[in-house]
């Protein structure tokens, strides 16, 4: 019983196929990682599944429903990007909230989901900093926080660690799989690191030349690479 399905979903940019054919389904709850070399088409396939690139043939399906025309703003997916992008001018609790604001949500509601959207990532001291005054990856904290407040339904995540050290990196890795396995959210995250792929994912997509090569485990993938 799949949460997120792609069916024979083909991605072009003009007369470049970028993803052809691909066939996926995402059980609900899954952390699943797209693994591939530069131009495979992984960023692409998230743009999809967000809403920010129209398919040229195929579908999408996610929690019984068909969306694959409908709009990236109701579609109840998040977004985190490598660059994070937090609005230099806002306070760390402006930042969390302001998706919830443009929902309409306010008082005493809008500060228990900011509260726990911050307090999940470890940030509650933090709220009333400005981004410039915390470090690399307490942003990249904000940036997961401010999407998770938004309760999607699949969280998309670009390259979330690339821009991080090394030792950054191996706490964001268990950050993540911690605020995902708490909050069970659905899930998938970009990578080129296979390292990564191996130590963070329930299940590993590995693309080449705009479709699917193998999926598996970590442990099947690490057996039969
Ligand atoms: P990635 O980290 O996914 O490899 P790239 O660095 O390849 O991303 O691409 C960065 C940006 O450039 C993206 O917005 C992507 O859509 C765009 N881009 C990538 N390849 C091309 C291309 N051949 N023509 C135009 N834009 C491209
Ligand atoms: P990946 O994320 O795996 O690095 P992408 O999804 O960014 O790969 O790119 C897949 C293919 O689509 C590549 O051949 C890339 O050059 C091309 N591409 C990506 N973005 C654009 C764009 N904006 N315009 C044209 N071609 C693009």
């Not at 001018?89 to 005493?108: M, P, Q, W």
């Amino acid at each position: 019983d799949s949460y997120l399905q792609l069916d024979k979903l083909t991605l072009r940019y003009g007369d470049t196929v970028a993803v052809r054919d691909l066939d996926l389904a995402i059980a609900k709850g899954e952390l699943v990682a797209l693994l591939g070399p530069s131009g495979c088409g992984k960023t692409t396939t998230m743009r999809a599944i967000a809403g920010l690139l129209k398919p040229a043939s195929g579908r999408i399906g996610l929690d019984g429903a068909d969306i694959t025309r409908v709009s990236a703003n109701k579609r109840a997916v998040g977004l985190v990007f490598q660059s994070y992008a937090l609005f230099p001018h806002l306070t760390v609790y402006e930042n969390v909230a302001f998706g919830l604001r443009l929902k309409g949500i306010s008082g005493a509601d809008l500060d228990a989901r900011v509260g726990a959207g911050l307090k999940s990532v470890g940030l509650t001291s933090f709220a009333g900093r400005k981004p410039a005054e915390l470090s690399g990856g307490q942003q990249q904290r904000v940036a997961l926080a401010r999407s998770m407040v938004m309760e999607p339904k699949v969280l998309l995540l670009d390259e979330p660690l690339s821009n991080l050290d090394a030792r950054l990196r191996l706490e964001m890795r268990a950050e993540l799989q911690r605020v995902q396995k708490e909050t069970g959210v659905t899930m998938i995250f970009v990578t080129h690191d296979q390292v990564e792929a191996l130590a963070l994912a329930d299940r590993i997509v590995v693309m080449l030349n705009g479709g699917i090569e193998q999926i598996g485990t970590p442990e099947e993938i690490y057996n039969n690479p």
